[in-house]
């Protein structure tokens, strides 16, 4: 018999997100040829993201749209996939490891009595069928291979690590709007603070600058912050800036904080603590640029610069400036 | 106020992993309350000296998990619960099962824990526990405030600040800028070897294995292939940073 997957789709800043498409094409690899994946995607307005999720690789959509579901409110999210979950009777629910699928995900695990294996980076199915999930644990520092005892599965996808199946202009999917079920509500969300307006999120950065106690104070961050500017990416942070109070604690990146995997990271006045390390050792190129010749962080990094960063970055934000230019 | 908080004993952050025969050495390692959670065990001392009431700690874990809820008891949490039971499975399931198990039969008007551990990082078991308990929750807490039976919360949501209010009894978990952990005083390690402390069983919660039977398990435990040092680029800065961005361009290809 065939399987259905479910793939829970999200949108930010008016887009789908990049980890929902990745989040079809691991359901997809989860699953094999036969396995019908459909997505679903809650939200206030949800149609206009039908096409392109059917173009990524989902064979039906699923949508909920009610003004409840604008923000992500746990109890009203859960409601409306509930509702959906009922419908399809899926025999695994994949989500983005995102603010939203990290905690709407668990609700399912408890709700159904099913395994949950939470942020992976790779899928492979072994000989005899069975999928093997791979995540990093304790930041990073160990890679874990993980596979369900019973169904169904739900699953969270670490953005930035498994690549999106290509588009296809031609795929058709039938769609399907489903009625919100306006449970009552105890949890209201108040007020959201768009804190990242216009910022790329670490987690789905391709590029990241980060900034360590060397960068010596908040306007420390300015030249690290052009940098990003130029090549769109985002400014990140090692703990010591964070406790020195340079930053906020949501640019932290490491064993506390995040855990980043981007195509390039500059690390910048990063001495490289163990902690910190396990949080970005699994990006693409690493760059170090550190006064101390004997900083740990040069151990790991495929470039590095002896230097001051307050000399350095500002020369290479020059350089990409007058390269990247249309 | 009763306030439950579930603590989970983890590695110390700067620890390196070994890895023998398909598991973790713990040999010789410093372990710690993880640091998440040691922001809600914070909080609910926090909130108890204001409020009154009896804050619990509760970790589902081995005999040496003992350590952490001694060293939560001397932060100034009231009582502490070690749930040990080699039949408990290694899964957030088998987990959340247990630590429901006991929070049912006990009384309660807030559970706090971590966002995540900074071992296995799955984040499951606190959002699990409020499902089981059918109580909203509310996960990655910056800021908490409890008045007349309600709370209002700040949630760190991948940089946005959500303002959350729900009623109590719920679940929150915490983010790292909570509060500022405190360190046990002499005093409070003192005291906290009169403090009471529960060992329990499935038996004692009246649990038969098959409830906390995992529903996953490992198949493979290794380290990350080795990052190799590369290249130092030398000169001075202006040609560094040209040399640099040569080789991001023809060899790396990042650009």
């Known amino acids: 018999m065939s399987k259905t997957f479910l793939v829970v789709a999200e949108t930010r800043g008016g887009s789908l997100r990049q980890v929902s498409f990745e989040t079809i094409s691991a359901a997809r690899s989860a699953g094999g040829a036969d396995t ?16 392109e999720l059917t173009q990524y690789g989902a064979d039906r959509v699923y949508t909920v749209a009610h003004a409840d579901l604008e923000h992500y409110n746990p109890q009203a999210y859960f409601a409306a996939l509930q509702t959906v979950v009922q419908t399809v009777q899926p025999d695994a629910i994949f989500f983005g490891h995102t603010a939203i699928g990290k905690d709407l995900a668990p609700q399912f695990s408890a709700e159904l009595g099913a395994g949950q294996i939470s942020d992976i980076t790779a899928i492979e199915v072994d000989d005899s069928g069975q999928a093997l999930f791979t995540r990093p644990i304790y930041a990073g520092k160990v890679l874990e291979k993980k596979a369900f005892t019973a169904l169904p599965w739900i699953v969270t996808v670490r953005p930035n690590n498994i690549a999106p199946l290509a588009i296809d202009a031609t795929r058709t999917a039938a769609a399907e709007a489903i009625a919100y079920p306006e449970p009552s509500l105890q949890t209201i969300i108040r007020d959201v603070v768009r804190n990242t307006s216009g910022k790329i999120d670490l987690s789905e950065a391709k590029v990241i600058i980060s900034g360590g106690r060397g ?28 406790d020195a109070g340079y930053c906020d604690y949501a640019l932290q990146i490491g064993q506390t904080g995040k855990v980043v995997t981007p ?55 020059e350089q990409f400036k007058l390269a990247l230019q249309p | 106020m009763n306030i439950i908080v579930l603590v989970k004993q983890t590695f110390d952050t700067e620890e390196k992993i070994v890895v023998e025969q ?96 900074v071992d296995n990082g799955a984040g499951q078991v606190a959002v699990r526990l409020a499902k089981l308990l059918s109580i909203p929750h509310t996960s990655s807490i910056t800021k908490l405030d409890i008045a007349a039976g309600s709370a209002v919360a700040h949630r760190d949501a991948e940089g946005d600040l959500e303002t959350v209010e729900l009623p109590l009894p719920a679940l929150f978990t915490a983010q790292q800028g909570l509060n500022e952990p405190r360190y046990p005083s002499l005093q409070g390690i003192m005291k906290a070897k009169k403090k009471p402390f529960r060992e329990l069983s499935l038996d004692d919660l009246n649990l038969d294995a098959g409830t906390v039977a995992p529903r996953t398990e490992r198949k493979d435990l290794q ?12 000169g001075e800065p202006a040609e560094q940073a040209q040399e640099l961005f040569r080789l991001l361009r023809t060899e790396a290809k990042v650009i």
């Not at chain 1, 690390?267 to 693409?284: F, K, N, P, T, W």
């Not at chain 2, 399931?93 to 824990?113: C, R, W």
């Open chain 1, 215 to 242: 960068v010596r104070s908040a306007d420390g961050f300015k030249p690290l912050e052009e940098l990003a500017a130029v090549l769109g990416g985002a400014v990140g942070a090692s703990r010591g800036a964070c």
């Open chain 2, 22 to 117: 398909g598991s973790v050495v713990e040999d010789g390692v410093k372990f710690v309350i993880n640091p998440y959670d040691e922001y809600a065990v914070e909080q609910a001392i926090q909130i108890r000296d204001e409020a009154g009431g009896k804050v619990t700690v509760v970790s589902v874990g081995p005999e040496r998990a003992a350590e952490a809820l001694r060293t939560a008891l001397a932060m100034g949490a009231d009582e502490a619960v070690l749930i040990n039971d080699s039949r408990i499975g290694h899964d957030e399931h088998s987990v959340a099962m247990a630590l429901h198990a006991f929070v049912s039969q006990e009384p309660y008007d807030l559970i706090l824990g971590g966002n995540f551990s």
């Open chain 1, 263 to 317: 195509e390039l990271y500059i690390a910048c006045g990063i001495s490289g603590a163990i902690q910190h390390v396990a949080g970005m050792s699994s990006s693409r190129v690493i760059i170090a640029i550190n006064k101390d010749p004997e900083a740990p962080i040069f151990k790991i990094a495929d470039y590095g610069i002896v230097g001051d960063l307050f000399e350095v970055v500002p020369l290479l934000t």
């Open chain 1, 36 to 51: 019908t994946v459909a997505a679903v995607l809650l939200g206030a307005a949800t149609d206009a993201f039908v096409n």
């Open chain 2, 223 to 234: 380290l990350p292939p080795a990052r190799q040092a590369g290249k130092m680029i030398s």
